[in-house]
Every structure is written in C-alpha cells, then in structure tokens.
C-alpha cells in the first residue's frame, strides 16, 4: 500500500484518499515573469511521478497546477520591459508549457490562473472579514489577522510567538500585527487592478492559491504539493485562509520536494550558481535532466553538476542498449521485478531504489537474450511498462542512442550516413584482414564519441 510523507503530521502513513478510488492534487507552480530554472524542473517532474504512479495504481487523479500571473515580480519585469503584463505572462507561459512537454511531464487536468479566479478570491477574502479572521486597513489593504487563528504554525512547526519577535512593520503598511499578511492590495498608480468591495486593488499571493485549489478541488482535499521554500510561509498561510474561510480541514497529507543545489552551493541569481532548463538542455537532452532529477528522493537535496548529468547519460544509455534490438512483445517474465518496484514507490515515491530496480532487470535482459530473444522481449517490455511510470524509456532506442547528445555533439559532427559508410569500409577492411585499418576507422570514430558494437548479428553504433 502507498505511504506518502506528510509534511503536516511530520510521519509517513498509508494514503487513503477521501472518496474511493479518486485522488485531488494541488500544486503550486509557477509566477510567470521568467523562464523556467532548475527548481522548478524538479517541482514539475516530482509531482508528475506522483501524477503518473497514482494514475498507475488506478486511481482517478484530479491534478491542479496554478499559474500566478499577477504579482509584484511580474509587474516589475513588465515595466522594466515596457510591455503590458499580459503579454509577458503569456509568453513565460508558453515556455514554461514547451520545457514541461520536453521534461516529459504529462499536462495538469486543470491549470488555473489567478486573474481567472478573481471573484472566487474576492468571496473568500469576504467570508474571511466577516468571520473576523481578516480586517480592511486604513490605507485600502485586507489583511489576513494571525492572531485570531489558533492554528497557525502547525505546517512549518513555528511558533507565532517566536516568529513575532523578529518580525517589524514596513512604513508603509497599516497591519494590527507583524505576522498579518496581505490578502487584497489597494492599487498604486499605473498598475493594473480590480474592483472590490475595499477600493481597487489585486489579490495577495497566498490568497490566490486557497482560491483556487478550493475552487477546483473543494474545500477539503488529498494531497497538496510544492518546493520546500513554500512550506513556510506560504503554505502556512493557505491553512489558515482556507480552514479560517471553511471552517474545514484544508489538506490531508502535504508533500514538499528538497531544494535544489548546484556544485553543493545553493542556487541563487544573485551568486552566478543559476541555471535555467533552457541552459540545461544546450548541453543535455530532456531525458537526461528527467533521470537525473529522479536520483534523488523527492524530499532530499538536489546537487546539480555536470558529473551527475555525465552518470545520467551513461545510465539511460544502459537501459537503451538493453533495450536495441528487441521486437515488439507484451511484457512477461518481469514479475518479480514488478513487485520490487511497486514497492520502491509505495514507499513515499522512492525513485532511487525503482531505478536500481529497473537494472536488476537490465541484466536479466542481457543474460537470456542470447539463449531465448522471445523471453528477453517480454522482459524488454516490462522495463518499457515500469519505465513508463517514471516517464523514461519510451522513446526508441536506436534513435536515442544515435541522437546527438545536445550540444556535445558539436557543429561539423559527423552524421549519420557518413558513420554508416566508415562503420560499411571497417566491415569490408575486416573481410580483407587489414586489420590495421579496421582498427584506425574504429580509433578514429572513438575520438569524435561514436562506440561501435562488435556482435554475432553484425556491427552496431551509438553516440557516446
């Protein structure tokens, strides 16, 4: 049975979703001001694992991912770009929408916008004032009251009290509180706004996401999902707008994924240790990215270097290579591996150990594929089935291992046909015994990355 981590209780449980054989997922994806980095690929691919294995189990998944397209880093960007912020939200969209689909990342069922649920957050922010969980301010801000929540604190394990002594009030703000947080921000001069009953304005960050989870998913659900840089204080404040408007429990169980670092240093702009998955994906291929960030467990550290992405190369290359050759059949002979493998991921999504798993089956591939092909194929399409699950290993083999691996390839790399006619003359100088010469083509093809493959059926090649 599935045990999942939950963030809230601190402890791994079994999951038991709230209606049989249904599961909701929130997940907090991306403010659209710029292009996707590395975090968030490991966001997208962690909680589209989850996504893929619960639908593996049979479940029927409703998989909600935001999008923020109002806030004050996007109206920033717009006007340093004199454009409107529509436009480069629609923009940053459309990349984030392209680096998802090369990750590999099945889409959301639904993938709400903030400036789409604008009556929803304005109905709940009304429900909040009234229960006396919020209060309009002198300045034309709503704030959220902290101190009238008794809850809060439970997600993150902080104390408001400890949290109040180190808290101060910017000059500008007109909140009772230093924990009180912004719900509705009255409109400043040239920004864009909305009508409310407290004077123009926009929603708050946090309140966004309550609006829309519980506009998508209820009041109460499943699961709930984002970085670990979320849980506090944004998740936290999410609890209580959501359980102070509802007076519901909010979420189940909530999962959180480790934060990503680059050569062990943190990943940060201003440092130069930044990458996007647009930079990643000069030099790697999609795959690649997506075996690497399934390496780790979802809740642990993240190190990106480019030793970590060199083992991620060479170890797709081993499960293509397992897979080269084999013809089509329906998965047989893999069940205990099978077995193995749902047991990695019934505990708490273990991509480590089902990987490990699927090259226990790589060797038993290789080990009857001389003695029964028909056997080896079976097992070859188990380690497609499982692989699948992960979302790696669906693409052909021949072509994976003969495609250029980004941009190591090179300008001027040799293409296929020109490999095809040096691997056709090593083949005729082996025929003639000039082996000196076979031996130079071979040599020669090492050099630029091209491995040939000596076997009973002939000479294979792939890019190393």
């Given at each position: 049975?599935?045990?999942?981590?939950?963030?809230?209780?601190?402890?791994?449980?079994?999951?038991?979703?709230?209606?049989?054989?249904?599961?909701?997922?929130?997940?907090?994806?991306?403010?659209?001001?710029?292009?996707?980095?590395?975090?968030?690929?490991?966001?997208?691919?962690?909680?589209?694992?989850?996504?893929?294995?619960?639908?593996?189990?049979?479940?029927?998944?409703?998989?909600?991912?935001?999008?923020?397209?109002?806030?004050?880093?996007?109206?920033?960007?717009?006007?340093?770009?004199?454009?409107?912020?529509?436009?480069?939200?629609?923009?940053?969209?459309?990349?984030?929408?392209?680096?998802?689909?090369?990750?590999?990342?099945?889409?959301?069922?639904?993938?709400?916008?903030?400036?789409?649920?604008?009556?929803?957050?304005?109905?709940?922010?009304?429900?909040?004032?009234?229960?006396?969980?919020?209060?309009?301010?002198?300045?034309?801000?709503?704030?959220?009251?902290?101190?009238?929540?008794?809850?809060?604190?439970?997600?993150?394990?902080?104390?408001?009290?400890?949290?109040?002594?180190?808290?101060?009030?910017?000059?500008?703000?007109?909140?009772?509180?230093?924990?009180?947080?912004?719900?509705?921000?009255?409109?400043?001069?040239?920004?864009?706004?909305?009508?409310?009953?407290?004077?123009?304005?926009?929603?708050?960050?946090?309140?966004?996401?309550?609006?829309?989870?519980?506009?998508?998913?209820?009041?109460?659900?499943?699961?709930?999902?984002?970085?670990?840089?979320?849980?506090?204080?944004?998740?936290?404040?999410?609890?209580?707008?959501?359980?102070?408007?509802?007076?519901?429990?909010?979420?189940?169980?909530?999962?959180?994924?480790?934060?990503?670092?680059?050569?062990?240093?943190?990943?940060?702009?201003?440092?130069?240790?930044?990458?996007?998955?647009?930079?990643?994906?000069?030099?790697?291929?999609?795959?690649?990215?997506?075996?690497?960030?399934?390496?780790?467990?979802?809740?642990?550290?993240?190190?990106?270097?480019?030793?970590?992405?060199?083992?991620?190369?060479?170890?797709?290359?081993?499960?293509?290579?397992?897979?080269?050759?084999?013809?089509?059949?329906?998965?047989?002979?893999?069940?205990?591996?099978?077995?193995?493998?749902?047991?990695?991921?019934?505990?708490?999504?273990?991509?480590?150990?089902?990987?490990?798993?699927?090259?226990?089956?790589?060797?038993?591939?290789?080990?009857?594929?001389?003695?029964?092909?028909?056997?080896?194929?079976?097992?070859?399409?188990?380690?497609?089935?499982?692989?699948?699950?992960?979302?790696?290993?669906?693409?052909?083999?021949?072509?994976?291992?003969?495609?250029?691996?980004?941009?190591?390839?090179?300008?001027?790399?040799?293409?296929?046909?020109?490999?095809e006619d040096l691997v056709a003359e090593r083949i005729a100088a082996r025929k003639a015994k000039q082996w000196g010469a076979a031996d130079r083509i071979r040599d020669d093809l090492?050099?630029?990355?091209?491995?040939?493959?000596?076997?009973?059926?002939?000479?294979?090649?792939?890019?190393?």
């Amino acid at each position: 049975m599935l045990e999942i981590y939950n963030s809230l209780t601190r402890e791994k449980a079994p999951f038991t979703p709230l209606v049989p054989g249904q599961v909701g997922i929130y997940v907090c994806g991306m403010t659209v001001y710029d292009l996707c980095h590395l975090g968030h690929a490991r966001v997208m691919v962690v909680f589209d694992v989850a996504y893929r294995y619960l639908r593996h189990l049979g479940y029927q998944v409703n998989y909600v991912r935001n999008i923020t397209d109002i806030d004050d880093k996007i109206l920033r960007r717009a006007q340093e770009r004199g454009e409107p912020f529509t436009a480069l939200t629609e923009r940053f969209i459309a990349a984030m929408h392209e680096d998802a689909a090369a990750l590999g990342c099945l889409a959301p069922t639904a993938e709400p916008r903030a400036t789409a649920h604008i009556p929803e957050i304005l109905a709940m922010i009304g429900t909040l004032i009234g229960r006396g969980l919020a209060y309009a301010a002198d300045n034309g801000d709503v704030y959220y009251s902290v101190g009238a929540f008794p809850g809060y604190g439970k997600l993150s394990g902080k104390d408001p009290a400890d949290l109040r002594a180190g808290a101060r009030v910017e000059v500008d703000e007109a909140k009772r509180d230093p924990l009180d947080f912004v719900l509705w921000k009255a409109a400043k001069p040239g920004e864009p706004s909305w009508d409310s009953p407290w004077g123009a304005g926009r929603p708050g960050w946090h309140i966004e996401c309550s609006a829309m989870s519980t506009c998508c998913l209820g009041n109460h659900f499943d699961l709930h999902g984002g970085g670990a840089d979320l849980q506090f204080p944004h998740h936290e404040n999410e609890i209580a707008q959501s359980e102070g408007a509802s007076g519901e429990p909010f979420v189940n169980v909530w999962m959180h994924n480790g934060f990503v670092r680059v050569n062990e240093e943190k990943m940060a702009k201003s440092t130069g240790n930044f990458f996007t998955v647009r930079e990643i994906l000069e030099r790697y291929r999609p795959e690649e990215v997506r075996y690497f960030i399934l390496t780790s467990h979802y809740r642990s550290p993240l190190n990106y270097d480019d030793e970590h992405l060199n083992n991620a190369r060479a170890a797709l290359t081993r499960l293509y290579m397992a897979l080269r050759g084999l013809p089509a059949a329906a998965p047989a002979g893999g069940e205990s591996f099978r077995e193995r493998f749902t047991a990695a991921m019934d505990d708490d999504f273990n991509t480590p150990v089902a990987l490990a798993v699927l090259f226990d089956l790589v060797r038993e591939i290789n080990r009857v594929r001389l003695q029964d092909e028909a056997a080896a194929a079976g097992l070859g399409a188990e380690l497609r089935s499982l692989g699948g699950v992960l979302g790696i290993v669906q693409g052909d083999a021949e072509a994976y291992l003969r495609g250029c691996a980004g941009a190591d390839a090179g300008e001027g790399a040799l293409t296929d046909a020109r490999i095809e006619d040096l691997v056709a003359e090593r083949i005729a100088a082996r025929k003639a015994k000039q082996w000196g010469a076979a031996d130079r083509i071979r040599d020669d093809l090492a050099a630029v990355g091209i491995v040939l493959e000596d076997a009973q059926g002939g000479t294979t090649w792939r890019r190393g």
